[in-house]
């Protein structure tokens, strides 16, 4: 069965420090890669996709991350944390000619201290 | 403009009490649908997805059930809640191929 793990579950972290929470699924086709995030009582949004291109995907508030495919990862990467990241973040896959329901991680929560 | 709408918002139900929480989709038509459930330390865990009008799957072994009974509606029923049932449910969906998901405001369920 398709999966994604996120080893980091908890991380804790200084304002201003970098940031990188690991992201592994297990799927030999063809993906769509995703990082949602969720606010302290706010709602899943999603920071950013990736669908095909680039594997070097951009996404809002100065995240990014990178896919690559011979490592089966989607590591989300910021360099400099703010408090206002504060959150829980979520990866998930889907595959677009095979599986299309989204199959998230486990979470990693993320505490910025100011 | 495409909207999904999930109520109640929250719920406290009894042990043994029936559920029924309702998703409807605005401005699409024969969306994929699906019914997530989050609890504490587990993620996101996805209990049922819908391709169609009473094509129903399911994830996870459970007590809870899903029918669609329109092509923009989908429920959430059981007809006796346990105490693991409580969570927090979010109902998404999407378009066919899976290239974007869009979710509900989630409802939070709590049994006593």
């Known amino acids: 069965a398709q999966s994604v793990s996120q080893h980091n579950h908890h991380v804790i972290l200084s304002e201003a420090a970098s940031l990188e929470l690991g992201c592994n699924y297990s799927?030999?086709?063809?993906?769509?890669l995703f990082w949602y995030v969720q606010y302290p009582g706010q709602h899943l949004q999603l920071l950013l996709k990736?669908?095909?291109?680039?594997?070097l995907v951009k996404g809002i508030k100065g995240f990014e991350a990178e896919f690559i495919k011979s490592k089966f990862s989607f590591n989300l990467r910021k360099p400099s944390v703010q408090w206002s990241d504060t959150a829980e973040y979520f990866c998930?896959?889907?595959?677009?000619?095979?599986?299309?329901?989204?199959?998230f991680g486990t979470g990693t929560r993320l505490l910025v201290s100011p | 403009s495409q909207t999904i709408h999930q109520w109640p918002a929250t719920l406290v139900q009894p042990v043994g009490s029936p559920l029924s929480l309702e998703c409807t989709v605005e401005?699409?038509?024969?969306?994929?649908l699906y019914w997530y459930r989050q609890a504490a330390g587990r993620g996101l865990q996805l209990l049922f997805y819908?391709?169609?009008?009473?094509?129903i799957s399911s994830e996870v072994p459970q007590n809870l059930s899903a029918s669609r009974p329109q092509d923009r509606q989908f429920i959430l029923s059981s007809k006796k809640l346990l105490l693991s049932d409580s969570g927090f449910y979010l109902c998404?969906?999407?378009?066919?191929?899976?290239?974007?998901?869009?979710f509900g405001s989630g409802t939070r369920l709590t049994v006593v």
């Open positions: 998404a969906w999407s378009v066919s191929g899976g290239n974007g998901y869009t």
């Open positions: 799927y030999g086709g063809t993906v769509n």
């Open positions: 990736y669908f095909s291109g680039d594997p």
């Open positions: 998930a896959v889907n595959a677009p000619l095979g599986f299309q329901k989204l199959v």
């Open positions: 401005g699409t038509s024969n969306p994929n």
């Open positions: 819908s391709v169609g009008i009473g094509q």
